[in-house]
């Protein structure tokens, strides 16, 4: 059978969703920043409201206005967690294009790559402790002011879930870190025997 | 530490790093790092061959010099 698959691919499908993952960065950041400066249309706010408070037309209609300020009051929260953590994911992308750009120069087991990791994995933990604190800062402060809300909001639920997937990515990476600590020693201890 | 007294050998029989190389079947970078005392290890058969190379025992090879206590 013809084989389709070679493992030189590999490297160029991690590029390929590396660029695929920055290009999802910069459209979350567009929309993000559209959100806070209120950019967005009437219609939208209307039917966050509507999934917010439930509500029904003719009062969201004539409550337009305040409920409007009360959303982007909101929503803040979770607009600042994403861009206070932005920057932990620039740097993890960052990091990332730097390690492809070594595997393609056959230098896989170097100290600068375990840097990178290590640099990673601090991302990720920076940025599940952004958005957890997000999420409960959201909460604090929409559940006292607002009635007839739901406690826990779908938008926390999802902030600390992906807070707590940023997390465990953090440790795996800082497992694989260990690890390749560890060869980097190794293949220093190969390239000088003789 | 170890010594590796290679560059006196080389003089003694007045051989070039280029010609041993050719005879290790190693490069002459490697052989300059042993050379150079950069080595972390040496491989039993690489030592064999330098002893064969030169008619010497290791103990002509290697010299144990005392640590300097700081």
Same mark, same amino acid.
Not at chain 1, 147 to 152: C, M, Q, V, W
């Given at each position: 059978m013809k084989q389709f698959w070679k493992p030189r691919y590999s490297v160029t499908l991690t590029a390929v969703l590396t660029l695929l993952a920055a290009c999802c960065m910069g459209i979350a950041l567009v929309f993000v920043i559209q959100l806070v400066v209120g950019a967005y249309p009437d219609y939208v706010w209307e039917r966050l409201a509507w999934h917010y408070y439930g509500v029904d037309t003719a009062y969201l209609q004539a409550h337009f206005a305040t409920m409007k300020e009360a959303l982007l009051h909101a929503v803040l929260p979770y607009a600042i967690g994403i861009l206070v953590s932005y920057p932990a994911a620039v740097v993890l992308l960052d990091r990332l294009v730097r390690i492809l750009w070594n595997i393609r120069k056959e230098d896989v087991f170097s100290k600068g790559n375990v840097e990178s990791l290590r640099a990673m994995s601090w991302c990720c933990f920076f940025a599940a402790g952004v958005l957890a604190v997000a999420a409960v800062w959201a909460e604090v402060d929409f559940g006292v002011g607002l009635?007839? $809300?739901? $406690? $826990?909001s779908m938008t926390s639920i999802c902030f600390i879930g992906i807070a707590a997937a940023a997390a465990f990515a953090g440790l795996i990476i800082r497992v694989i870190k260990n690890c390749f600590a560890k060869a980097v020693a190794l293949q220093e201890e190969n390239d000088l025997t003789v | 530490m170890i010594v590796i007294n290679l560059d006196v050998l080389l003089a003694k029989h007045k051989t070039t790093s280029q010609e041993l190389a050719e005879y290790l079947g190693i490069t002459p970078a490697n052989l300059s790092i042993l050379k150079t005392g950069k080595a972390k290890a040496l491989r039993l058969h690489t030592l064999n061959e330098i002893c064969r190379f030169f008619r010497c025992q290791p103990a002509d090879l290697l010299e144990y010099k005392e640590d300097e206590l700081l």
């Open positions: 009635a007839g $809300l739901r $406690l $826990l | -």
